[in-house]
């Protein structure tokens, strides 16, 4: 009979407990009859009345006994009588407390097995703890020691006391259950393999445990024991159970392919089960198993895109086990889908609180820009790693890994939730203790470059691919190919990226690729307006009804250049007048870094009946200072109302704008603007901004800025002050929510305040205020949609006008 056949408690049987009874008897009567006492005699009666069949009346009568006497003979036969009335509670409550020593062996037995079946399973492993010291040939002593070891998870105890309990007892199917019982509360797949071959050995005719140790072996890996099993009971296996083996051969290549980081081994572990995928019958469950494992290989093999073919299917067949899961929710975050990923890894988390599935759910978090949980967690990580941990040996204490590693992804968090000054400064101190670790540099170059530093990133990433080798260096050179694509230099940028898709794996070149098929891709783009605007004096508004339409059509970029088709309309009101004018024409955008050329040609229509050219050059002399220069014949911004009086007008421009710090910087343009009815507008403007306050989703920036011009006295219908000036202090607010996987809103207000002068007017205070939202698609698609408010003032007259924008942009992504 098996000792443990369904449950971890050990059953004392019916003829253990009447031995127990019977030996009692028997000790009573070897007792001389004059050294008897008067106790004795009443205790050898009532366990007479118990062999009888009179249980519960000796149980009621050795109790009041015990009440009147408390000897310790009593009690033990009482404890054995409850034991086997099956009243373990009762045998307990009677022995809290009482001396351990005035127990007998069978009543710690009883005692420990009690304690154990309520999962007091410290108390119950100090009686057989004890019982072994007194009784070391005792079988059943060491075995319940091994027991509640085991479910203590004290794996070494458990071990010992199951190897003692091995050395007493001979080869038997109750010792073989036993073992197995242990090993499989201990989770020790080597061990229980390892009782299962002596189990076999000892029974090779046992089909459950033949067909146990196989599947044990195939999931060790140990294909050979599984084949000689295969081999010598022929008869155990149907057409469809060699299928199984196959199976489980396919699924170890691909467990220790993705363990060994060894490609070749997982991918032919895919490739094993695709083909059994063929040939087993459709109607077999065993195709399920296979469907699993395979999308479960291409998750761990990285070959995202063929695994996202197998997902609709893949999520029908639910529920699915944890490792599956956890690939659904591994496949959702690498397709940048967060918000289905985080539920998933959430579920296994709360279920197995391990470190890796707390950074998946870390990272799900920050994808989902939920910096708030996302930091929580890492912190509650940080806070469960000991900074340092024993060795191997347990000799002495090391470095704990897992703790650096952390401490080092809380400054990237800072970085990511936008206080990149604090980061950097945490990055470099981190340096100073360890100038050799290369992540330490790449982490520097990333913060760097998120500040627009382009020149101070390259260094950290050089200094890191010059510690690096093998594929590591490929995180490295692909940081300064995006470096190299931010700070818009795209000189062999295409052949850079072609030569990293050639060295590395294609799922580490995925943000490349699709970062170059953003930048490159054609895209359109769409600015409207209307305003409306109204003044004291009837029929006098400068903008009393006016509309723009503004459109452009990009190439795709080759090699940098790309050329567009420019589309401009705009139409006013003016005395009842109503003023047309259009800008239609073709251009290019051409890069020779450090210099960008833009170059425009084209021909008017409506009011405008005259061709156009534009040119704008830009040169970056280095990463904080960038210079301007324009030359536009017949601009866009030549007055409706000049153009009504046939005055055109020719722009020369020069601008430069300086970065003092990330967070402050400063612009200033001049521009010159001859108009053909003899007017020369001189015009300087300058802006300082700076940032004022930013968090994880909210940034705030301040603007003040000073500007004016100077016209000749000319006729003219259009506004044309003789001398002004403006100064103007600006708040921009900017809030940012990612809603779901495709969609994000961004949210802008914007207010100014400005004092403007012109010459032969008192000063006069002016307003602007303008909200609008942006919803973006996937990065492909953009709608922003604003309304504005202002007053200002012309000719000494206040106007207020009402303005609605919108802009639409997509890409046309390959």
């Known amino acids: 009979m098996t000792l443990f056949p369904t449950e971890p408690s050990i059953r004392l049987s019916a003829r253990k407990l009447a031995r127990l009874v019977v030996s009692a008897v028997a000790l009573s009567q070897a007792i001389p009859a004059l050294a008897a006492s008067p106790v004795d005699e009443k205790r050898e009666q009532f366990v007479i009345s118990a062999r009888a069949g ?15 006497t408390h000897d310790k003979a009593v009690l033990n036969d009482l404890i054995a009588l409850y034991s086997w009335n099956g009243e373990l509670d009762s045998a307990l409550a009677l022995c809290n407390p009482c001396s351990l020593k005035a127990l007998n062996n069978d009543s710690l037995a009883i005692l420990a097995k009690a304690q154990r079946n309520q999962k007091n399973f410290a108390t119950a492993a100090e009686l057989y703890r004890l019982l072994t010291k007194r009784s070391p040939k005792s079988r059943d002593a060491w075995l319940g020691l091994a027991l509640t070891s085991a479910e203590m998870g004290e794996d070494v105890h458990a071990q010992k006391a199951i190897a003692n309990y091995r050395e007493l007892t001979r080869p038997s199917v109750e010792r073989f259950e036993n073992e197995l019982y242990i090993m499989t509360v201990l989770q020790d797949k080597v061990g229980e393999i390892g009782v299962l071959q002596d189990y076999y050995s000892f029974s090779p005719d046992n089909r459950d445990i033949g067909l146990r140790l196989y599947k044990a072996a195939i999931d060790l890996g140990a294909a050979t024991a599984a084949d000689r099993i295969v081999k010598a009971h022929p008869d155990w296996f149907k057409g469809i159970d060699h299928y199984w083996l196959e199976y489980y051969k396919s699924t170890l290549n691909i467990r220790s392919g993705a363990k060994s ?83 998933i890894f959430k579920q296994l988390y709360a279920q197995a609180p391990t470190l890796e599935l707390g950074k998946k759910l870390y990272y799900a978090h920050m994808d989902a820009e939920q910096y708030e949980e996302g930091g929580a967690l890492l912190q509650k990580l940080l806070d469960a790693q000991p900074p340092r941990r024993w060795d191997f040996t347990g000799s002495f204490k090391v470095s704990n890994e897992n703790y650096q590693q952390l401490r080092e992804q809380s400054i990237i968090h800072q970085a990511w939730s936008g206080d990149l000054d604090s980061a950097e400064k945490s990055l470099q101190a981190a340096l100073v203790e360890a100038p050799g670790n290369p992540w330490l540099w790449m982490d520097l170059g990333n913060v760097q470059r998120w500040q627009g530093r382009f020149s101070d990133a390259e260094y950290s990433y050089r200094r890191a691919d010059s510690m690096l080798s093998g594929n590591a260096q490929g995180s490295a050179r692909r940081s300064l190919w995006l470096t190299q694509l931010e700070k818009g230099d795209w000189r062999g940028l295409n052949a850079k990226r072609e030569e990293l898709n050639a060295a590395y794996p294609a799922h580490e070149q995925r943000e490349i690729n699709k970062r170059w098929d953003e930048a490159s891709a054609p895209f359109l783009s769409v600015n409207a307006s209307r305003v409306k605007s109204s003044n004291s004096k009837p029929g006098q508004a400068q903008n009393s009804r006016e509309w723009r339409y503004d459109a452009r059509l990009y190439s795709q970029r080759w090699e940098g ?81 000049g153009l009504y009086d046939e005055s055109y007008m020719r722009q020369w421009g020069l601008g430069a704008t300086y970065r003092f710090t990330p967070r402050i910087s400063l612009g200033t343009s001049a521009s010159l603007s001859n108009f053909t009815d003899g007017n020369d507008r001189q015009a300087i403007s300058a802006w300082l901004e700076t940032q004022l306050w930013q968090t994880p989703r909210y940034k705030l920036s301040g603007v003040v800025s000073a500007g004016g011009s100077d016209n000749d ?33 961004d949210q802008f207000l914007e207010t100014r305040v400005n004092q403007y002068r012109q010459e032969g007017y008192d000063p006069a205070i002016g307003w602007e205020i303008s909200y609008s939202q942006q919803w973006r698609w996937r990065d492909q698609v953009s709608v922003r949609l604003g309304v504005s408010r202002d007053k200002a003032t012309y000719d000494g007259e206040p106007e207020n006008g009402t303005l609605i924008f919108a802009n639409f942009e997509m890409r046309f992504m390959q």
């Open 713 to 745: 006295k000319v006729p003219a219908s259009y506004f044309n002050p003789t001398s002004d000036r403006n100064y103007g202090a600006e708040l921009r607010h900017s809030y940012r929510i990612k809603v779901s996987d495709d969609w994000d809103l």
């Open 561 to 641: 250049q790309r050329i567009f088709i420019h589309d401009q309309k705009m139409y006013g009101e003016w005395e009842e007048r109503d003023l047309f004018a259009r800008y239609t024409g073709v251009g290019a955008d051409l890069s020779f870094y450090p210099f960008t050329l833009e170059l425009e040609a084209g021909s008017g229509g409506k009011l405008n009946d005259k061709a156009y050219f534009w040119s704008t050059a830009s040169w970056t002399l280095f990463d904080d200072l960038s210079l301007q220069a324009s030359y536009r014949y017949n601009p866009s911004e030549t007055p409706l109302r």
């Open 54 to 68: 009179h249980l519960k009346e000796a149980i009621k009568g050795l109790s009041k006994l015990y009440k009147q």
């Open 261 to 343: 980081s060894r490609p070749d081994i997982l991918d032919k572990g895919i490739a094993d089960l695709q083909a059994l995928y063929d040939k087993v019958p459709a109607e077999h469950s065993l195709r399920g198993n296979i469907e699993r494992d395979i999308f479960y290989g291409l998750v761990v093999a990285k070959r995202f895109d063929e695994a996202s073919d197998m997902l609709p299917v893949i999520e029908t067949r639910q529920p699915l086990p944890a490792y599956i899961e956890e690939a659904r929710a591994d496949l959702y975050a690498a397709n940048r889908r967060p918000f289905k990923a985080l539920p």
